[in-house]
């Protein structure tokens, strides 16, 4: 489903993705570790294209993001044709980015109805089916700051899941939540998981890791430094890099 190849990116003289390959498969879930300031977010805003790769290239499901093929050079699609890509793939951030002045219904049907051309009616529908799903079905009439961390997050999700994405990306989801709303949130892309989603979570959170990710990768420094099962990964990992970022949020 995605194929992230020899991808480099800098921001002025600072190097930070240094060659990133990355294969992910339809139905997997792809959990990424490391250290702050190592890349993580930086690799999940180039996958849908909110960065621009220096060198490299990643295709989703078949097709280069962000650019297209001619011969053998590549040539960056326009922004009409970058945002129609981008509607195939989910991203959930840390601080939920929930609008503001939208009700709950109003968040997760706006890109149906304006990026998918969805009738209003079939939009509502979804969403109410979508809002059942993360536990909310009660909060359709509800605005972001009447609910908490962890509700305004599964809104988040329930908002990425309308436009049926063919692959949803979290950036550490959970990390602005009170320790109690954590486990709300990682039980819905739990049950995500068990569906058949495909997906890539940048998070901290060990067990989630453990028990959810068929891949777990570590970064470091803008590389990859080791891949692979949770069980080789997190309790038999080869390198130092690993094992002393391991021995710190264990
Ligand atoms: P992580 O998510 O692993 O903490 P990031 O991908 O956010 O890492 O950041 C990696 C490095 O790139 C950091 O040093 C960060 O300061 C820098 N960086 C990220 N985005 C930008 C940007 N838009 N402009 C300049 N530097 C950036
Ligand atoms: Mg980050």
């Given at each position: 489903?995605?194929?992230v190849?020899?991808?480099?990116?800098?921001?002025g003289?600072?190097?930070v993705?240094r060659g990133?390959d990355?294969?992910?498969?339809?139905?997997e879930?792809?959990?990424?570790?490391?250290?702050?300031?190592s890349?993580k977010?930086?690799l999940?805003?180039?996958?849908?294209?909110?960065?621009?790769?220096?060198n490299?290239w990643i295709?989703?499901?078949?097709t280069?993001?962000?650019?297209?093929?001619?011969?053998?050079k590549?040539?960056?699609?326009?922004?009409?044709?970058?945002?129609?890509?981008?509607t195939?793939?989910?991203?959930?951030f840390?601080?939920?980015n929930?609008?503001?002045?939208?009700?709950?219904?109003?968040?997760?049907?706006?890109?149906?109805?304006?990026?998918?051309g969805?009738?209003?009616?079939?939009?509502?529908?979804?969403?109410?089916?979508?809002?059942?799903?993360?536990?909310?079905?009660?909060?359709?009439?509800?605005?972001?700051?009447?609910l908490?961390?962890?509700?305004?997050?599964?809104?988040?999700?329930?908002?990425?899941?309308?436009l049926?994405?063919?692959?949803?990306?979290?950036?550490?989801?959970?990390?602005?939540l009170?320790?109690?709303?954590?486990?709300?949130?990682?039980?819905?892309?739990?049950?995500?998981?068990?569906q058949?989603?495909?997906?890539?979570?940048?998070?901290?959170?060990?067990?989630f890791?453990?028990?959810?990710a068929?891949?777990v990768?570590?970064?470091?420094?803008?590389r990859i430094?080791?891949?692979g099962?949770?069980?080789?990964?997190l309790?038999?990992?080869?390198h130092e890099?690993?094992?002393?970022?391991l021995?710190?949020?264990?």
């Amino acid at each position: 489903m995605v194929e992230v190849r020899s991808v480099h990116k800098s921001f002025g003289s600072l190097e930070v993705l240094r060659g990133i390959d990355l294969e992910v498969r339809t139905g997997e879930v792809t959990v990424i570790l490391g250290p702050s300031g190592s890349g993580k977010s930086t690799l999940l805003r180039t996958i849908n294209h909110l960065e621009k790769v220096d060198n490299g290239w990643i295709s989703v499901d078949g097709t280069l993001v962000g650019y297209r093929r001619s011969g053998d050079k590549l040539y960056e699609l326009r922004e009409r044709e970058v945002l129609k890509q981008r509607t195939q793939i989910g991203f959930v951030f840390q601080n939920f980015n929930l609008f503001p002045h939208l009700t709950v219904l109003e968040n997760v049907t706006e890109a149906p109805v304006a990026a998918l051309g969805r009738s209003k009616k079939d939009a509502f529908a979804a969403a109410e089916k979508l809002l059942d799903r993360v536990g909310l079905a009660d909060k359709a009439t509800a605005y972001p700051k009447q609910l908490s961390g962890g509700q305004q997050q599964r809104v988040a999700i329930a908002r990425a899941l309308a436009l049926e994405p063919k692959l949803l990306l979290f950036d550490e989801p959970t990390s602005a939540l009170d320790p109690e709303l954590v486990g709300e949130v990682l039980d819905v892309i739990k049950d995500l998981a068990l569906q058949g989603t495909t997906m890539i979570v940048v998070t901290h959170e060990i067990g989630f890791a453990r028990e959810v990710a068929d891949t777990v990768v570590f970064m470091d420094e803008g590389r990859i430094v080791e891949q692979g099962a949770p069980a080789d990964v997190l309790d038999a990992p080869q390198h130092e890099r690993t094992r002393a970022f391991l021995s710190k949020v264990l």
